[in-house]
């Protein structure tokens, strides 16, 4: 089979970079092109420079050497992914891969269909020159993303070289429900500019942009930038906000097209873009970041439904009209229930995100243009989550759905006539259960169990933790709206040992655990009551056991529940098997440690003096012994 052949030294790569900017110290993005291929430079520092190389399609097999004259070496970091720099000439630049190369198909929406790794056909390493061969596959393009960092930089090479066992602790990602575990985890989802779910997404099962990724990411960076000091997490976090700005519509919005080919935007990954923005806006001022988000803000605030009990946010565009909603994948009943249109399905979880957008918003850039409309959705909640009618009839209903709620060994022991009604449940009562909230609208069910929707088919158990996370934040910045006596049913329902169970058995719903324990840190931030504390605590053991990572917002970076400037950070412990859970705030010092290991752990103090402790009490400068699963709170006696 034929192959072309395509050779390019890499110093005169970035040299063209260098050539045609003239500023090389404030965040900008250019591209360069060339016959074979496309080069997308982020220039996040002086110092730093990301190129994301993207080739043509190619209707043959074609190869692409990269080379370095000199005496360039490569190794392996520690951080993932490849260190080459001249040990022979110190003051060359440094060359960081930090993913292999890929071979992609991308239709013109931005989407990727189909991935596969690249094969590395040649790797020649001497005196004179370094090289590496890369073949593209016939109908492919070629995704390679190399980042320079120029002899001044050489403590972030350390960085990526030497990182501290905490810095590489997978972490829970919201939107493609994946984990981050070491910095070159970055490019899984930072794809030639733009950040992507990792993982294919239903229905068309294929790769999509995510600004709930990117939001993620940016907290999991920021919360290890605030414990180790590094620089590398603060330029990582420039990239993000490269491609979160540079996805941003002339419109003020970002779109998806996850759920139909029409590239509908998904409101709850357009207020995680906000929110992105937003944390950019509490670590220091900036104008383009900041018109973005004034676009951004202008666009949600117009998606939303005048209902007879307030202004709804809708979940995405499709609910704008009955055909929009005719191309999504879900099956829905029409209904005018709280005289909301018939399109607009009633989703909870992203009304509330928006309000707490908007509002956020607001105070962090005083534009309180929104105040009204915020008002009015603030009463649709208020509305919708007191709303109980028909009690007996849903009573009787959700004891037999929650039946169907648990374990399997649990379900198992059931007597017989408990299996039936919970045959009942799953067969007849959940697929017809929107029927019954067409006629008696509610959504906050008997015993605690919260519904995704008003007018979607059945129910959705992983979205009990979303809604529980996203009432949690709304308690914080509307704390008169909804008392937390009123959700703490659907928090006790959630922390059920069978509930948890339940979620933990299936890939289908495992996902919904990294959410609780989100609601739980931000329960913790607004109460301290020791209780949230032992369910944080369970919270990140049942994570830890189902290998899904630690909540991003437990590493003390997630501006939301924070204000500027961050409260100080303790040195981190040292002890692997200790989870360490950042719950400070700029009023106050405090961290969960939980035992997750197999053995007791000791831990030196030193500093730290005992805030809360599960049956422990030491003083202050007094090493403790934690069992397994056992935890304790502390702070810090001196910063």
């Known amino acids: 089979m034929k192959t072309n052949f395509t050779s390019t030294d890499l110093e005169s790569l970035f040299s063209c970079f260098d050539t045609e900017q003239s500023d090389?110290?404030?965040?900008?993005?250019?591209?360069?092109?060339?016959?074979?291929?496309?080069?997308?430079?982020?220039?996040?520092?002086?110092?730093?420079?990301?190129?994301?190389?993207?080739?043509?399609?190619?209707?043959?097999?074609?190869?692409?050497?990269?080379?370095?004259?000199?005496?360039?070496?490569?190794?392996?970091?520690?951080?993932?992914?490849?260190?080459?720099?001249?040990?022979?000439?110190?003051?060359?630049?440094?060359?960081w891969i930090p993913a292999l190369p890929k071979n992609r198909q991308s239709d013109d929406d931005q989407h990727i269909a189909h991935e596969s790794g690249a094969e590395i056909s040649g790797l020649d390493i001497s005196t004179e020159s370094l090289s590496i061969t890369v073949v593209c596959k016939k109908g492919f393009h070629l995704d390679l993303v190399i980042m320079r960092f120029m002899p001044v930089a050489k403590n972030i090479i350390e960085q990526l070289m030497t990182p501290a066992d905490y810095e590489l602790e997978p972490v829970f990602l919201w939107g493609s429900h994946s984990s981050y575990s070491k910095p070159a985890d970055l490019f899984l989802h930072l794809i030639y500019g733009l950040v992507y779910e990792n993982r294919t997404s239903w229905p068309y099962y294929r790769k999509i942009c995510s600004e709930?990724?990117?939001?993620?990411l940016y907290v999991t960076l920021a919360g290890l930038q605030h414990t180790s000091g590094k620089q590398l997490y603060s330029l990582l976090k420039r990239l993000l906000v490269s491609a979160t700005l540079s996805r941003l519509g002339v419109d003020g919005a970002w779109r998806h097209g996850e759920w139909s080919n029409d590239m509908e935007a998904h409101f709850r990954l357009h207020c995680s873009g906000m929110h992105l923005l937003m944390d950019v806006l509490s670590e220091q001022q900036d104008p383009v970041v900041e018109e973005s988000l004034r676009r951004a803000a202008a666009f949600i605030a117009k998606q939303h439904d005048t209902t007879a009990i307030g202004n709804w946010f809708l979940h995405d565009e499709l609910e704008l009209s009955e055909g929009g909603m005719s191309k999504s994948p879900f099956k829905w009943v029409t209904s005018k229930a709280f005289g909301k249109q018939p399109s607009n399905m009633l989703v909870l979880n992203t009304h509330l995100d928006t309000s707490i957008a908007l509002d956020r918003y607001a105070s962090l850039t005083g534009d309180t243009q929104y105040a009204t409309l915020l008002a009015t959705a603030r009463q649709a909640t208020r509305t919708l989550l007191a709303a109980k009618p028909a009690e007996r009839l849903y009573r009787l209903i959700f004891k037999t759905i929650g039946l169907t709620l648990l374990p399997t060994e649990q379900a198992r022991q059931l007597p017989v006539h408990l299996?039936?009604?919970?045959?009942?449940?799953?067969?007849?009562?959940?697929?017809?259960?929107?029927?019954?909230?067409?006629?008696?609208?509610?959504?906050?069910m008997p015993g605690g169990y919260i519904d995704r929707a008003l007018s979607l088919r059945g129910i959705s158990p992983p979205y009990q933790s979303i809604n529980t996370m996203d009432l949690a934040r709304y308690l914080r910045r509307f704390p008169n709206d909804i008392p937390l006596d009123q959700i703490k049913p659907a928090l006790e329902f959630s922390q059920s040992r069978s509930f948890r169970n339940f979620l933990a058995e299936s890939?289908?719903?495992?996902?919904?655990?990294?959410?609780?324990?989100?609601?739980?840190?931000?329960?913790?931030?607004?109460?301290?009551?020791?209780?949230?504390?032992?369910?944080?605590?369970?919270?990140?053991?049942?994570?830890?056991?189902?290998?899904?990572?630690?909540?991003?917002?437990?590493?003390?970076?997630?501006?939301?529940?924070?204000?500027?400037?961050?409260?100080?950070?303790?040195?981190?412990?040292?002890?692997?098997?200790?989870?360490v859970a950042n719950l400070s705030l700029s009023s106050k010092n405090e961290f969960l440690l939980v035992n997750r290991g197999a053995a007791p752990a000791t831990i030196a103090l030193n500093e730290f003096s005992l805030l809360i402790a599960n049956k422990i009490s030491p003083t202050q400068g007094q090493d403790i012994t934690l069992n397994p699963g056992n935890w304790i709170t502390l702070q810090p006696a001196k910063l």
């Open 24 to 95: 090389t110290t404030t965040l900008t993005r250019y591209a360069v092109q060339n016959c074979a291929f496309t080069t997308l430079y982020d220039n996040i520092a002086a110092d730093a420079c990301c190129a994301f190389i993207r080739t043509t399609n190619s209707e043959v097999d074609h190869a692409y050497r990269f080379s370095l004259a000199g005496g360039y070496q490569i190794t392996s970091a520690l951080c993932g992914g490849w260190i080459i720099r001249n040990p022979v000439k110190p003051q060359s630049p440094v060359y």
């Open 212 to 216: 709930n990724d990117a939001h993620a």
């Open 419 to 444: 299996r039936i009604f919970k045959r009942l449940g799953w067969k007849y009562l959940i697929p017809r259960l929107q029927y019954v909230k067409k006629i008696f609208p509610r959504i906050v």
């Open 507 to 579: 890939t289908k719903t495992r996902y919904a655990l990294g959410f609780w324990a989100e609601t739980l840190y931000h329960l913790c931030s607004i109460d301290t009551d020791p209780k949230y504390r032992q369910w944080l605590a369970d919270a990140l053991l049942d994570l830890d056991n189902n290998d899904l990572g630690i909540p991003p917002s437990i590493l003390g970076g997630n501006m939301e529940a924070l204000s500027a400037p961050l409260p100080p950070q303790q040195t981190p412990l040292t002890c692997s098997s200790i989870l």
